[in-house]
């Protein structure tokens, strides 16, 4: 693997612990990258975010905010199963090259690569071409076996730990739904 300056997409605070405990035992350089527009309602998006924030001040790392929430996007693709989760990913994964690019990283990853419940072919493939695209590496660690290490972290950190994976068709999915929308109306 490479020694060169790291750009870490991160989802959100849990997902990020592990990836960022490795990374930084590995003394690789890295700073932090947010960008999710697919998290749905915006409340969830902040909720997120703070998670992402209090994740980077915890490893003491710089964390790149980029905002946005495209809630039709996501709606309109609601019947496209695989193919939704696939363009969420490319979404996400060439944003992400564009910035690193932009700001002098040499090569990105994502802390989605912890999550045994994502597509890891997808996300990877997504990767390797937004790489492409930019003249970047992508780094397709395979964190699956510290995801549940890593959720230690974020509870004995505190963090926030939801239960759907983001989007409005993942939160419609979820059988936790009217309890994760009473959550939202309480926190509004
Ligand atoms: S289920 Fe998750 S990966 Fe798939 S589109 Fe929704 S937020 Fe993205």
Redesign the pocket.
């Known amino acids: 693997m490479t020694k060169n300056k790291l750009l870490l997409h991160i989802c959100c605070g849990p997902c990020a612990m592990a990836p960022l405990e490795l990374l930084q035992a590995a003394e690789r350089d890295c700073e932090l990258f947010f960008f999710n527009p697919?998290?749905h309602p915006s409340v969830e998006w902040s909720r997120r975010l703070d998670n992402a924030v209090r994740a980077a001040e915890h490893y003491e790392l710089p964390l790149h905010i980029l905002p946005g929430i495209d809630v039709e996007t996501?709606r309109e693709?609601a019947a496209d199963g695989k193919e939704?989760?696939k363009?969420?990913?490319e979404t996400r994964m060439m944003k992400t090259a564009e910035y690193a690019a932009s700001n002098g990283f040499d090569s990105f990853s994502t802390s989605?690569l912890v999550s045994p419940y994502?597509?890891r072919k997808a996300i990877i493939r997504a990767g390797e071409v937004a790489a492409a695209a930019y003249g970047l590496e992508f780094e397709a660690y395979d964190w699956r076996d510290y995801y549940r290490h890593g959720q230690d972290l974020a509870r004995d950190l505190g963090l926030y730990r939801q239960k759907y994976?983001?989007?409005i068709?993942?939160l419609e999915d979820s059988k936790f739904y009217e309890k994760i929308c009473a959550e939202h109306a309480r926190l509004i």
Request: net charge positive; glycine share 6%; hydrophobic share 30%.
């Open positions: 697919n998290i996501w693709r939704r989760c363009f969420c990913y989605l994502q597509d994976c983001g989007c068709v993942s």
